[in-house]
């Protein structure tokens, strides 16, 4: 069977970015994402079918969220890309989509990270997965089960990271609203902490020193 539909090859996820096929969809570090928007419940809920439809057929295990205001449906990568098959995945839901009058809104596509700041002599990732029902990712990190809440990395610090506060949040969003969001985040009061990575990302810390990084990765990114 034809890898394209069977899901069993791996394309970067740049190279899924690339795709014409795939032009609703922005890449976040939990794989690629599409928000399709809906003037209500039941409308939004027309399309979890199509997606179902699709997921048989491609193999692919989406993640959607379905709410009032619409769907937002990501597929899951991980540090091999994703399968193949995202690309067909990706077009027959955008397709569907149209067909039931719903839009696309990738601008309001994003995922958020919090990067908590631990001394070096002190692990306290145990503490916040028991607090908040996470589970262990890879080394460092910590995950909702169920990918409801924001990814935690823990990162050991030997003291006060200079222009900001320590712990900080990084909010993922597509390349072309990167620069959007952190103008409008200063224009709200921020600062610029660091642009000294930009476009990949932005640092920026609200009026009271906390830190929030703005970033376009890996949706900028080949």
Known sequence: MDDSTSGSGRISTAEFRR?????D???TPFGPEAVFTAGSFSRAAELV???AASADRTGIQPDVDLRPEGVVVRI???????????ITFAASVSQSAVELGLTADPSRVQSVGVYVAEHSQIDVRPFFQAALGYAPWGETDAVDPLR???QLAFNPITGDA??????HFDVFVPADQAKARVEAAIAAGGRLADDSY???????ASPDNHGVDIAAWPDASD
Request: neutral net charge; aromatic residues 8%; glycine residues 10%.
């Open 19 to 23: 795709a014409e096929e795939a032009s």
């Open 25 to 27: 969809w922005r890449v």
């Open 49 to 51: 079918p199509p997606i």
């Open 76 to 86: 899951p990568a991980d540090d091999n890309g994703v399968p193949a098959s995202a």
């Open 148 to 150: 409801r809440g924001p």
């Open 162 to 167: 200079p222009g900001r506060g320590r712990t």
């Open 198 to 204: 930009a476009p990949s990302w932005w640092s920026l």
